[in-house]
């Protein structure tokens, strides 16, 4: 038997092929007239994404890594918070690839209720997972996470990876600087988070890098009834 290609997360991070378009973005001072024509693909991008998503209800975004499969709690837990959401009149938001992404738009379609997914376009394509309603597949992720933020009433944090950091973290930000206000962030898996939440609470709190109340900014639980039931209560939909 053949053996399979490999895929982008068996090779070392310096090995892996790069999106030319964040490349170019990112390599410093273009030739002349090449960043115009960049800002003119980056407004269609987010034209594109404002009328694809304008029209939907009110969203909550489920956050996880695409790495669990269908038999890992993980994976169970987010169905049944995608499930609990639709159950509430909540639109199930995803970054619509596999995993915990997937299992949310599962639990939403499970319940009847809507299910979107914000793809995002990698080297090593990650296509749309089959339980989606709609999904806008972006070039860039800097617009995926403002569409995301634009179009969710709350975020919905499992466990995940680098990506998953990187969603929750800004978002904190975002509520932290009142950029964004009166937006809930629940963290469900207390086991797999527990030694970030004890830096947080630990040596950045003690150093005085963060506020003591700061850590507050994000509600955790364990419980999809629990975690539907305080996004309601934040955002009036009781």
Known sequence: MADRAPHADDLPWNLRPRDPHDRHLLAGPARFGGDY???????????????????????????GSARFAPDHPYYALARSVGRRLAEAGFTGMTGGGPGIMEAANRGARDAGGCSIGCNIRLPFEQKPNPYLDRWVTFRYFFIRKVMLVK???????????????????????????????SF???????????????????????????????????????????????????????
């Open 37 to 63: 024509l960049r800002l003119g693909r980056i407004l269609i991008e987010f034209a594109h994404g404002f009328i694809a998503l304008r029209r939907l209800g009110p969203c909550v975004t489920v956050f």
């Open 151 to 181: 179009y969710s009433c709350a975020f919905i944090v499992l466990p995940g990876g680098f990506g998953t950091l990187d969603e929750v973290f800004e978002t904190a930000t975002l509520v932290q600087t009142a950029k964004i206000e």
């Open 184 to 238: 809930p962030i629940v963290v469900m898996g207390a086991e797999y988070w527990r030694d970030l939440g004890a830096f947080i609470r630990g040596p950045m709190i003690e150093n005085g890098t963060i506020s003591p109340d700061d850590p507050d900014i994000v509600f955790t639980t364990e419980s999809p009834e629990e975690a539907v039931e305080h996004i309601s209560g934040r955002t009036g939909r009781r």
